[in-house]
């Protein structure tokens, strides 16, 4: 059974601020995902990762970055925390698919509810 | 450019209905479609998907259905119960791409 983890549930964070959000998964996935997710948005992709210390900008990457250090772990930084990252933010994870074949599907962790004040 | 969308951002169903939520898509190169469910403060988790060379995929309660001339899929729930309320998305995919493409979420409540 698939399990992502993220560092945190909840987080409150000051303008201004680094900010590290922390993903572990323990499938010996490939490919690990950065989203967040806004009401009447859907979820956007902020940063894609496809093997160690390799990483593609999604569609929203201003103001973050990320790094991967080992295969199992994903971490999203912001950098200098603003109030328009205020979010809920999920990180995922993937075997990676190929030709005719590979499953598409992507396992959520249970998300981070960052607040900027 | 929102390659697949979700026109509706909620949907109110009574229990013991069918619930139907759907999904237009622009990009022609999709070879796959998934669908996810959301609860509240949780990660979204697989539902059901379908390839583009089927019009059909049925699982229990959950078939959705895939018209390619369209663009078009849509998800049925038969019958709809309390613990389908959640947040629904679908989500495009290209064969050999590793990104899935997400729609905006349709809220779907069904009322006791």
């Known amino acids: 059974d698939v399990k992502v983890t993220q560092s945190s549930r909840y987080l409150v964070k000051r303008t201004g601020e680094k900010v590290f959000l922390e993903c572990v998964q323990d499938m010996d996935h490939e490919n690990m995902f950065w989203y967040r997710q806004d009401p009447g948005l859907g979820l956007r992709l902020i940063y894609f990762s496809y093997d160690v210390k390799m990483k593609e900008k999604g569609d929203i990457p201003e103001g973050y970055s990320v790094s991967r250090e080992k295969k199992e772990r994903f971490s999203l930084i912001l950098e200098s925390a603003s109030t328009n990252q205020t979010s809920m933010y999920l990180c995922?994870?993937?075997?990676?698919?190929?030709?005719?074949?590979?499953?598409?599907?992507?396992?959520f962790g249970p998300g981070t509810r960052l607040t900027v004040t | 450019d929102q390659q697949v969308k979700q026109n509706s951002p909620s949907l109110s169903v009574q229990e013991g209905r069918i619930s139907i939520l759907n999904c237009d898509y622009t990009n022609s190169m999709f070879d796959y479609f998934l669908w996810y469910k959301k609860y509240p403060a949780e990660g979204p988790t697989f539902l059901i998907s379908?390839?583009?060379?089927?019009d059909k995929n049925e699982d229990g309660r959950f078939t959705v259905f895939l018209n390619k001339s369209a663009k078009h899929l849509s998800l049925h729930i038969v019958p709809s119960q309390p613990g389908d309320s959640a947040v629904y998305f679908c989500?495009?995919?290209?064969?050999?791409?590793?990104?899935?493409?997400f729609g905006q979420g349709t809220r779907l409540t069904i009322n006791p």
């Open positions: 989500a495009g995919i290209r064969r050999g791409a590793q990104k899935l493409v």
């Open positions: 995922a994870s993937s075997l990676p698919t190929s030709g005719m074949t590979g499953t598409y599907e992507q396992y």
């Open positions: 379908i390839s583009s060379i089927k």
